[in-house]
Structures are given as C-alpha cells and as structure tokens.
C-alpha cells in the first residue's frame, strides 16, 4: 500500500516511499524455527532417558502429535500474517517538504517531520545489517519529541543522503520564494541599495540563501550603483 499521493500538500513532491526491511519480519520466523525444533525433538527423546511422567508426556505428544503440529503451525502462521499486515500498512515517506512515518492497520499512528526542522541525521547498522542492506535511522529536530528512531529502514545511508539532498532543495525553494517575496512588496523599493544588501545579508545568516546567492545578488545590487 503506497502512500496516498491525495495527502501531498499543493507542489509537495514524493522522494521516497519505503516499507521496513524483510529483516522485520526476523522475529517471527525465529519463533516459528524454535516452534519446529522444539517440535522435533520431542519426538526424537528416547523413551529410555525420560522418567515416568516425561514418559507420560511423550506418550501423549506421539498420541496427538499430528493435533499439536497443526495447532503450532497455525500459531505460527497467524503470527506471520499479522506482521505482514503491520508491515503492509507501515510506511517511511520523504517528501520535498517532510519526514512522514505512518504505522497501524486499524488504529494509526503517525509522525511528521519538516525537513526545515530537522537539524541532524545519523544512522547506525551493525555488520550483518550492513551486509543485508538494514538498519536504524535517528533524525534530530527543533520541537518537543528531539529525536525520533525508525527502525528497520532500507539502506539507512542512503535515505539519509537523501533527506540531506531534500533539505537542501527545499532551502533553495524557500530562499527563492522570499527573495520574490521580498521583491514584490510595496515600498521595497524605496529601500537603498545599502539597506537591500542588508536584508540579503540577514536571509544568508539564517540560512534562507546561499552564500553564492547572496554574493551574486549583492553584485548585481552594486551593478545598479
């Protein structure tokens, strides 16, 4: 299941639309081999080293084993369905504007993140996660929750590039969109040459343009003199 391309906000455009990793489905099938072996020996214990009672047990397992490996089977394949389900409805959205995280079959839960919020990203695999292309991405933001953790994303480093390429395309249609702004309002150009190239300056400190716009644009302000 995709993420709705309807909850796009006007002009937001859709850079990644990931599930977790096969690796989250680790546990389950851990369980169903433990199930199995558990299951097998069993039936292979020699009736000679067990005592009375284990004897006993034995002796019922054997009588209704095919009952028992039915009923484990099915545990286990019912546990394997809901994680697929949990898996199908969970998704790792980034977009040109956010971090989106959406989980939950009936009951949902979500998280978004603006990519101007997000001040750091890190990711972490260890060796057998690295070969299997797995692990965990965290993303440090300005606001309440600080750090948020997802697990079992695909190829961690390169999401994490990604985001980064996001946030700088969205810099730049951030600066463009006030640098037209700017330009547009009534009375900016009463403003001189001067106090324009100061406005620049404080748009360059808060990161709203580039070091290489405001030189270009400062030029062109000096050009007019």
């Given at each position: 299941m995709?993420?709705?391309?309807e909850l796009?906000?006007?002009?937001?455009?859709?850079?990644l639309?990931?599930?977790p990793h096969?690796?989250?489905?680790?546990k389950?099938?851990?369980?169903?081999?433990?199930?199995?072996?558990?299951l097998i020996?069993?039936?292979?214990?020699?009736?000679?080293?067990?005592?009375?009672?284990?004897?006993?047990?034995?002796?019922?397992?054997?009588?209704?084993?095919?009952?028992?490996?039915?009923?484990?089977?099915?545990l286990w394949?019912?546990?394997?369905?809901?994680?697929y389900l949990?898996?199908?409805?969970?998704?790792?959205?980034?977009?040109?504007?956010r971090?989106?995280y959406?989980?939950g079959?009936i009951?949902?839960?979500g998280?978004?993140i603006?990519?101007?919020?997000?001040?750091?990203i890190?990711?972490?695999q260890?060796?057998?996660?690295?070969?299997i292309g797995?692990?965990?991405l965290?993303?440090?933001?300005?606001?309440?929750?600080?750090?948020?953790?997802?697990?079992d994303?695909?190829?961690?480093d390169?999401?994490?590039?990604?985001?980064?390429r996001?946030?700088?395309?969205?810099?730049k249609?951030?600066?463009s969109?006030t640098?037209?702004?700017?330009?547009?309002l009534p009375g900016n150009?009463?403003?001189?040459?001067?106090?324009?190239?100061?406005?620049l300056?404080?748009?360059?400190?808060?990161?709203v343009?580039?070091?290489?716009?405001?030189?270009d644009?400062?030029?062109?302000l000096?050009?007019?003199m």
């Amino acid at each position: 299941m995709a993420y709705p391309r309807e909850l796009l906000n006007e002009g937001e455009e859709l850079s990644l639309d990931l599930r977790p990793h096969w690796w989250y489905f680790a546990k389950n099938f851990l369980g169903g081999l433990v199930l199995i072996v558990i299951l097998i020996g069993l039936a292979f214990v020699p009736d000679s080293s067990s005592s009375s009672a284990t004897t006993d047990l034995l002796d019922v397992f054997n009588k209704y084993s095919m009952i028992l490996w039915f009923i484990g089977l099915l545990l286990w394949a019912l546990t394997v369905a809901s994680a697929y389900l949990k898996w199908m409805f969970t998704l790792f959205v980034v977009t040109s504007d956010r971090i989106i995280y959406r989980s939950g079959i009936i009951a949902k839960r979500g998280t978004e993140i603006p990519l101007e919020s997000v001040n750091n990203i890190n990711f972490n695999q260890s060796i057998f996660e690295r070969i299997i292309g797995a692990g965990t991405l965290e993303v440090e933001s300005a606001g309440q929750d600080g750090q948020t953790t997802f697990r079992d994303v695909r190829h961690p480093d390169a999401v994490q590039q990604e985001i980064y390429r996001c946030m700088e395309m969205n810099i730049k249609k951030t600066a463009s969109y006030t640098a037209t702004h700017m330009e547009n309002l009534p009375g900016n150009a009463a403003l001189s040459i001067p106090e324009q190239i100061e406005k620049l300056a404080q748009l360059r400190d808060q990161n709203v343009i580039t070091e290489a716009e405001f030189l270009d644009k400062k030029q062109r302000l000096l050009d007019q003199m």
